[in-house]
């Protein structure tokens, strides 16, 4: 019984990373802060074929309050230094659009950053920082098709 | 021991039993022995080990077989339903455990949209256009930059030319 109770303990630990999607700066915004925050948005979608493309994690941020903007901004930056690929717009010295393909996780999948600040846009600038995590099979042509249909 | 050619008792039995298993037995108590675990109905550990190891199954013990057989039958149904569990069932929910099944879920300022598919898929496809409203924009950008480049080299081009072109005429 000991026995088996330790099997389980150790299988429950090496469950923990995987859950955790570890090694990104930015999984620590998925910490649940936002939830009740009445100036934040958060979108989770997980499970098989998550927006009908092979995507196992969709998970993003919006955010309106300015602190919560930079530090968004900051971490993203951290992981985006880890990037294999990536196409980055700065304005003013700061992200304005962002999309970084990372190294893929222990599980093999395919990670994606987006990162938006509205308030660099040219037309119709708002208030507005949008984060958007993505983790799948999915590369990264069907990313950018996803986004620009 | 008893040699004739009949076993009166349980107890003599299992000494003959223990004698054949040490090899003290002659030809003649061989066969004794084997009628008597064929024929009689005693039983006990030694002389059940005996009938099984010499292969003996007899007709009196045909009520045995029967409660026997009934076990064997249920003991290898349990086990094959255990093992169509394990074979068919384990995979399956491991499938199932391993390939979670969609969830939506959405915080907006606070308050929760659980399962709802539509509204929360709404709510990504905002997200989405705007990534590809600002990917557009990036794109006209890099566009109206190399533009710009293109221009600047003509314009470059146009002055070294006229500029050459005056040195010529000074000559």
């Not at chain 2, 709802?116 to 890099?142: F, K, P």
Request: hydrophobic share 40%; glycine share 4%; aromatic share 8%.
């Amino acid at each position: 019984m000991k026995r088996i109770s330790i099997i389980i303990a150790v299988m429950a630990l090496a469950t923990l990373p995987a859950l955790a999607q570890s090694g990104l700066h930015i999984n620590s915004l998925f910490d649940g802060r936002y939830k009740k925050n009445p100036y934040a948005a958060e979108y989770i979608v997980t499970g098989p074929a998550a927006l009908d493309i092979d995507l196992e994690i969709y998970h993003s941020l919006k955010v309106t309050q300015k602190e919560q903007q930079e530090l968004i901004e900051s971490l993203v930056n951290k992981d985006g230094a880890t990037a294999i690929d990536k196409e980055v717009q700065l304005r003013n010295g700061k992200i304005y659009y962002g999309f970084y393909v990372l190294p893929p996780s222990k599980k093999k999948l395919n990670r994606y950053i987006f990162f938006l600040n509205q308030n660099l846009a040219k037309k119709s600038p708002k208030n507005m920082v949008t984060l958007i995590y993505m983790e799948g099979k999915a590369t990264p042509s069907q990313i950018k098709h996803l986004i620009r249909k | 021991m008893n040699t004739s050619h009949h076993i009166s008792n349980q107890n003599e039995l299992e000494q003959l039993i223990e004698r054949y298993f040490d090899g003290e037995t002659s030809i003649q108590e061989e066969q004794l022995l084997r009628e008597a675990l064929a024929n009689s109905q005693w039983t006990s550990e030694t002389i059940d080990e005996a009938r099984f190891a010499m292969g003996y199954f007899t007709a009196h013990r045909q009520e045995r077989k029967e409660a026997s057989k009934f076990n064997r039958i249920s003991i290898i149904g349990i086990a094959a339903t255990i093992a169509i569990l394990l074979t068919v069932g384990i995979p399956a929910l491991s499938h199932r455990w391993s390939t979670p099944q969609p969830e939506y879920i959405a915080y907006v300022n606070g308050k929760v949209i659980a399962n709802n598919q539509e509204a929360v898929m709404s709510l990504i496809e905002q997200d989405l256009n705007n990534m590809g409203m600002a990917t557009h924009e990036m794109d006209n950008a890099i566009a109206d930059d190399m533009n710009d480049i293109s221009d600047a080299t003509q314009y470059m081009t146009n002055e070294l030319s006229s500029l050459g072109e005056a040195i010529e005429l000074d000559d």
